[in-house]
């Protein structure tokens, strides 16, 4: 399609997306009595406006119930988390039993790796990207230490090449061949979260089954984003939080895959609690830890179920407007995104704006992140002044999300007007 800078064009864009009644699903946060552009839905997705009836209903029950909200409440609380895996695992590509909502993420990275990162003298080492979000960097690291080992040894980064911003799949695949039968885990960010870049997880994984290791995703970034075939791809595990593109709420529950190869096998050692144990003998208490042969075999407490109901209430959502009409207008906004960016950078003395998200389609999601060669700052306060809500990273990168569930093609050109008005000054 042949794109145009202009607001009519725009709007029309607008008029003909089949996802445009969404946005009144969402509470829009305002700005001086207008809605705000929000653009910042990889970071904490936006409040559906359904949210705080799903909520009220548990809050219903159990001042109505108490206990007995466990097995009488509308949506009985003991086998909450059972109402997920469905909608979740067509968002992901798995199997319905491959997948669990449980914890906080970087609780389900550890104890993804209590199963998956079980070192050797030999085997030992994890391969990751560069820059991967701190918190995971910190549980890499103190992983590899408590298992005895030196991180500076043991983790190995796969950088972007001098000059570049990106990794290119083929350095990461020769890392892993090169570090062969000492990789016991290659854990990557289905999306980075600095770049944008979506990752070939099914040629990573290959390339780590290949050599005999386990490789896992944080999908932080990637779930509610882009497609993603995890099942199909045979991707060991993989973990993601439900508040950026889930949009369910700040710190909300996480989610879980597990292969179900693994899954089924309910020797393999984990850190264990009684929401993992076996369902119809679970309450009778007993010694000796017998796990559920599914994904919910990793469980370790029960349902939160206040943050599950804001959880069910978003992917009711995404199952109403459908993951491949969310995929198709998200590359829609982001082309033209794309394209409104070189558009003004075409009309400078110099570039202005380098946007260091790939440009390839099948390598990003949402998130296009730019970096500013000129009036970084000044551009992004100047945002922010008009109620552009984007995220600043030092020294100079501008990161932002328009999301299809309640992003316009408006939003992207208003977004260009801004920036270019004030290059002009
Ligand atoms: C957002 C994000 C986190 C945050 O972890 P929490 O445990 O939810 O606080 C971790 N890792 C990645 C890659 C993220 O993008």
Redesign the pocket.
């Known amino acids: 399609m042949n794109f145009e800078n202009t607001i009519t064009f725009a709007a029309g864009l607008d008029v003909n997306d089949s996802l445009n009644e969404f946005r009144q699903k969402f509470h829009i946060p305002q700005h001086n009595g207008k809605d705000c552009i929000y653009f910042t839905g990889n970071s904490l997705g936006l409040q559906p406006k359904s949210t705080a009836k799903y909520v009220q209903q548990e809050l219903n029950d159990w001042a109505k119930l108490g206990v007995e909200g466990h097995f009488h409440a509308k949506n009985p609380w003991m086998p909450y988390h059972e109402i997920f895996p469905q909608q979740l695992s067509t968002i992901v590509g798995c199997l319905p039993h491959e997948v669990v909502v449980m914890n906080?993420?970087?609780?389900n990275?550890h104890l993804l790796m209590v199963t998956f990162y079980r070192p050797t003298k030999e085997r030992y080492k994890i391969i990751c990207e560069a820059k991967?979000?701190p918190?995971?960097q910190y549980a890499f690291e103190s992983q590899v230490k408590y298992h005895g080992f030196d991180p500076a040894e043991a983790i190995i980064e796969v950088a972007p090449r001098e000059g570049e911003h990106i990794l290119r799949t083929e350095d990461i695949l020769s890392v892993i061949q090169k570090h062969g039968d000492s990789v016991a885990l290659v854990l990557f960010?289905g999306v980075n979260?600095y770049t944008g870049q979506l990752f070939d997880m099914a040629e990573i994984t290959k390339a780590a089954h290949a050599i005999g290791a386990y490789t896992g995703f944080?999908l932080?970034?990637a779930a509610g984003n882009v497609e993603l075939k995890l099942h199909e791809w045979n991707v060991d595990f993989a973990c993601w939080?439900s508040?950026?593109y889930l949009n369910s709420g700040p710190?909300g529950v996480?989610g879980v895959y597990i292969h179900e190869r693994h899954a089924r096998n309910t020797s393999l050692p984990r850190f264990a609690g009684w929401w993992g144990y076996t369902k119809e003998t679970r309450f009778k208490m007993e010694k000796g830890f017998d796990a559920i042969p599914t994904a919910e075999g990793w469980q370790l407490s029960n349902a939160p179920v206040l943050s599950m109901a804001a959880h069910k209430a978003s992917l009711d959502i995404f199952e109403e407007a459908g993951m491949s009409q969310l995929h198709e207008k998200r590359k829609r906004l982001s082309a033209y995104l794309h394209y409104i960016m070189n558009d003004i950078n075409s009309r400078q003395q110099e570039k202005v704006i380098e946007v260091i998200t790939p440009s390839d389609k099948t390598e990003r999601g949402c998130q296009v992140s730019m970096l500013m060669l000129k009036k970084g700052r000044e551009v992004f306060d100047a945002l922010t002044k008009q109620g552009v809500i984007a995220d600043w990273r030092e020294p100079n990168v501008i990161r932002v999300a328009p999301v299809p569930l309640y992003n316009t093609f408006e939003d992207v050109w208003q977004f260009g007007n801004i920036i270019e008005t004030l290059l002009k000054h």
């Open positions: 906080s993420l970087t609780v990275l991967a979000f918190s995971d960010g979260y944080d932080a970034h939080c508040y950026k710190g996480a």
